[in-house]
């Protein structure tokens, strides 16, 4: 198997369009055609989980965090990061980066600490904008099938849980072929109607080509009609951060305890305890403070992030219970979700966890 089987299944996990502006997931070093000999998972791509790499014969890092965030004018080891990419390079080991994008998908980093923490009915904190579009086109009514299904089959057609999802109506479409035409039904040079249905179908909209050829071969018509339109809907599935209930409420200093517990935190930084039981809890992984309004608004009795600043626990306005369990321990357990992810799609191949704790701050 080749690097660039695993970066491609891993791009349909987390797209990449769904990284935020300032990020650089992706590929950030080594040559996607390489052969790959085993994979490691990780929160930070370091030198010493590169060296580990090395040991163990895997020529491919999945990271959260990618290593490179800036353009480097020099890579001559002056640093952490120019040392890790001299060591990568001089091993033939590939580092490849799912950040922002993976916080943004449900299914990502949010969604494996509500799993956690045992959370129901979980939604998206803060959908995403301009993550939608919409497909219409024109279909013969027997071919109308046909069409629709390959539609779906290319990923269109989900709305939340639900999917080959499509609105249809029968109507009648006039066209007149010219003489250099090749025409499915009706003849050069007059006008001809037929009976049709118009489809439409929702799609992310990254898929756009791909839907769009895909519609182009299975239509039957050699000039299909088709119209593509963004909306401006959320997808409730993409998104930051995620907002979801406990099974039971708990007392507050007993959920400070169980979220210490489950995140394996040393320590967790809180707002002034409220007086209300907590039931509805939000969280997002890593530094969350530009999503402590929206939690509020939501009404979340408790909102678990990290890197919080002084002036951000004033934000809670003594309504809700801030806790920071700090950036590492609230993200730790991506490094299981990508190997699980992993796991279930390449059964057969080598993927490991690193046995390195990759977290810079400690406690005394």
């Known amino acids: 198997m080749k ?43 370091t030198e010493e989980v590169v060296r580990e790499a090395a040991r163990k014969k895997c020529n491919l890092i999945i990271a959260h965090h990618p290593i490179l965030f800036r353009g ?34 449900s299914h990502g980093v949010n969604g494996k600490i509500a799993q956690l923490l045992g959370l129901n009915n979980c939604t998206v904190l803060l959908p995403k904008e301009n993550t939608l579009k919409k497909l219409f086109t024109f279909v013969p ?16 057609g989900h709305i939340g849980n639900y999917s080959e999802c499509s609105f249809n109506a029968e109507g009648m479409g006039t066209f007149r072929a010219g003489e250099s035409a090749n025409p499915f039904v009706g003849k050069k ?28 071969e299975a239509h039957p018509y050699e000039e299909p009609a088709y119209d593509v339109v ?15 209930q406990l099974p039971e409420a708990m007392h507050e200093k007993d959920f400070l305890v169980y979220l210490k517990r489950k995140l394996n935190a040393p320590v967790v930084r ?17 530094a969350g403070s530009f999503l402590i309004t929206r939690a509020l608004s939501a009404g979340a009795d408790s909102f678990v992030t990290a890197d919080l600043k002084y002036h951000d626990f004033f934000d809670a306005e003594n309504k809700m219970l801030i806790a ?41």
């Open 3 to 45: 690097i660039t089987e695993v970066v491609s299944f891993l791009n349909t996990v987390a797209d990449p369009s769904y990284q935020e502006d300032y990020d650089n997931a992706g590929l950030i070093a080594g040559d996607p055609q390489w052969e790959c000999s085993g994979i490691i998972c990780t929160l930070d791509a």
């Open 72 to 105: 480097l004018k020099r890579i001559n080891g002056r640093n952490y990061v120019e040392r890790t990419i001299i060591t990568a390079i001089k091993n033939d080991i590939a580092i490849f980066a799912l950040h922002t994008n993976l916080d943004n998908v």
């Open 141 to 156: 009514v027997e071919h109308a099938e046909r069409v629709r299904s390959a539609v779906f089959d290319a990923g269109g």
């Open 189 to 216: 040079g007059e006008r001809h109607s037929e009976k049709e249905i118009k489809v439409e179908v929702i799609f992310p909209f990254f898929l756009e080509n791909k839907i769009v050829q895909t519609l182009v």
């Open 230 to 244: 963004s909306l401006s809907n959320p997808d409730k599935r993409i998104g930051s951060g995620i907002i979801g």
């Open 270 to 286: 809180h707002t002034a305890l409220t007086g209300k039981e907590i039931r509805k809890v939000a969280v997002c992984g890593g």
């Open 324 to 364: 920071d369990p700090g950036h590492y321990e609230t993200e730790q357990f991506t490094i299981e979700l990508l190997q699980q992810i992993l796991q279930e799609k390449f059964p057969t191949f080598a993927v490991l966890k690193t046995e390195v704790n990759t977290n810079p701050v400690h406690y005394f």
